[in-house]
């Protein structure tokens, strides 16, 4: 099996946790998140002025800033080519989205993870770099109108693009996000950058119709029968054990909420905790969903773990694989694992929804 991503959106502990299963030890913060909103191209200090003197609100300092320059979804100030025909992708949200837009025949080069997991839809043998550690001085050469980078890259605390910058490439970032609207906010500006307004709002507008349609059928739900969910990133095993899941805060608890669900780890302190078995075991889900894909035979390996046998999950074979690009990735296909996710713990009530993004 291709070893892929972790998880784009995993904390310190996971990171470090899986590098100590490979004989490495690591420390990384958490991964950066943003709530900075997209921003139109400002006005020139002509304009500006102008408005002032009419009476208009008086202007700030992003207002009179040059013409065509942005905000990326870290905040920082970037000026987007007016033609992008070469793109470089560092995180395999991103290199999905861009494929989504049609737009793989512009993507130059991208990261190790998005090849693994792309690497058929992309042209043949293109550069692949290092997210943590890109090769900067290759990248320029390229010569791409347009970088595109994760929160992960930032991961250590470092910018791995300053040179890339330096040397006058437009580079984007666009921090890890933890909600589906700042997912969402991702996707336009992703749109934006690359000359797809239009196809991002329209996936946008299907993000949210999906959520609507689960939504309603989860109101149907009885309280007594909405079931608890435990969901794992990584299963235990006697080496490392630890179960690594999501709690309040993330997109993942979000959705398990939509679709009439209850997480487990809703109450944790972290996003991302790290629960010992025993704490598990006393949670007693109904449903265990994993998007583990390191673990063979995954879900045979659950249903057999020592001491989780009168769990309920375990006790009813509830226990379900989501697809691990879809769910740990912070991009459209969030409401592909999502359907997944709603399918798999209530059948009978979402029999009929359709995944917007099936076939993509």
């Given amino acids: 099996m291709k070893k892929k991503l972790l998880s784009v959106v995993m904390s310190a502990a996971i990171i470090a946790g899986v590098l100590a299963g490979c004989g490495e030890t690591a420390t990384a913060p958490a991964p950066v998140e943003s709530e900075v909103t997209t921003e139109a191209p400002a006005a020139d200090a002509t304009e500006a002025v102008e408005a002032v003197e009419s009476g208009a609100e008086e202007a700030t300092t992003e207002e009179v800033a040059a013409e065509g320059t942005v905000q990326d979804r870290a905040g920082n100030d970037i000026v987007i080519p007016e033609t992008v025909d070469s793109i470089i992708s560092m995180a395999p949200s991103i290199t999905r989205t861009l494929i989504d837009f049609g737009l793989a025949d ?24 290092d997210m943590m550690a890109p090769d900067q001085e290759a990248i320029v050469m390229l010569g791409a109108d347009l970088v595109l980078t994760s929160g992960m890259s930032a991961a250590h605390g470092n910018d791995v693009f300053e040179s890339v910058k330096e040397a006058g490439v437009c580079v984007a970032d666009i921090p890890s996000s933890a909600s589906i609207e700042d997912i969402k906010k ?8 690359v000359g797809k307004d239009s196809e991002a709002e329209t996936v946008c507008k299907n993000m949210d119709e999906a959520i609507a349609t689960i939504s309603d059928l989860a109101a149907q739900i009885p309280e007594e029968e909405r079931k608890t969910v435990l969901f794992e990133l990584y ?50 889900p109904d449903v265990i969903l994993t998007a583990d894909m390191y673990t063979p035979d995954v879900i045979n390996t659950i249903l057999t773990m020592e001491g989780w046998e009168n769990v309920n999950a375990i006790v009813n074979k509830e226990v379900y ?34 995944d917007p993004f099936d076939g993509e």
Avoid at 186 to 193: E, K, R, S, V
Avoid at 323 to 352: G, L, R, T
């Fill in 186 to 193: 991702d996707i336009l500006f992703i749109g934006q950058c």
């Fill in 321 to 354: 694989e989501i697809d691990s690009d879809s769910v740990n990735q912070p991009n459209e296909h969030v409401i592909s694992a999502m359907v997944a996710m709603a399918k798999a713990i209530y059948p009978d009530v979402f029999a009929a929804v359709e």
């Fill in 235 to 284: 299963t235990p095993s006697a080496e490392n054990p630890v179960i690594y899941t999501a709690g309040n805060g993330t997109y993942i608890n979000e959705m398990l909420e939509i679709i009439g669900a209850k997480n487990v780890a809703a109450e944790e302190t972290d996003q991302w905790p790290a629960l010992n078995e025993e704490a598990a075991v006393l949670m007693n």
């Fill in 106 to 129: 512009k993507i130059v080069a991208c990261d190790t993870y998005s090849y693994g997991s792309y690497g058929s839809a992309l042209k043949e043998d293109i550069p692949q770099f």
